[in-house]
């Protein structure tokens, strides 16, 4: 299984506005999808709890780091809005709704991680960190968010896996 967007992603141009230009990679971890969206242009603000995963990415051009607790009681990123937003390999139920409200008009979301499933291929096995059949179709369609590609099922590569991934647009 492809991401769904990941053509897409290099091509986004995002929301127009003042902030929403910037880009937001949550939760992180090592910055890859941050340096991807960088290097084509795009100001990415990378965010993670990880301190030592941060600091990899000091003084990469285009790339402002947060270390931050995305599942605090305190939502720290409330009332920002970024032209799109990317999350991978992480699921924290009770922000998804907060996380999706920080999606500009024409902004792009592109979510992947592991679903039910996962647990006869490894980690994570827990059911809390593992998305239902359908899940991020759902959650995105009651953001109001307009499906672009939606795919879920076994991966064989880079690990064997079951995976679920979404691309939607906030709409205008």
């Known amino acids: 299984?492809?991401?769904?967007?990941?053509?897409?992603?290099?091509?986004?141009?995002?929301?127009?506005?003042?902030?929403?230009?910037?880009?937001?990679?949550?939760?992180?971890?090592?910055?890859?999808?941050?340096?991807?969206?960088?290097?084509?242009?795009?100001?990415?603000?990378?965010?993670?709890?990880?301190?030592?995963?941060?600091?990899?990415?000091?003084?990469?051009?285009?790339?402002?780091?947060?270390?931050?607790?995305?599942?605090?009681e305190n939502w720290p990123l409330a009332g920002r809005q970024f032209a799109g937003i990317v999350v991978t390999n992480y699921l924290w139920r009770p922000r998804l709704p907060d996380l999706l409200a920080l999606l500009a008009p024409g902004g792009v979301l592109i979510y992947e991680t592991f679903m039910d499933g996962n647990a006869a291929f490894g980690k994570p096995s827990n059911p809390d960190f593992l998305l239902r059949p359908g899940e991020l179709r759902a959650v995105a369609a009651f953001a109001g968010l307009r499906e672009i590609a939606y795919v879920e099922g076994f991966v064989d590569a880079p690990k064997p896996a079951v995976r679920q991934a979404i691309c939607a647009v906030r709409q205008d």
């Open 1 to 72: 299984m492809a991401t769904p967007c990941a053509p897409r992603a290099s091509e986004a141009g995002g929301a127009s506005g003042a902030e929403v230009a910037l880009f937001l990679d949550f939760a992180c971890g090592s910055g890859r999808h941050s340096r991807l969206l960088a290097a084509s242009g795009r100001r990415v603000l990378a965010v993670d709890r990880d301190a030592a995963a941060l600091a990899r990415l000091q003084g990469v051009p285009g790339i402002e780091t947060a270390c931050l607790d995305l599942e605090g």
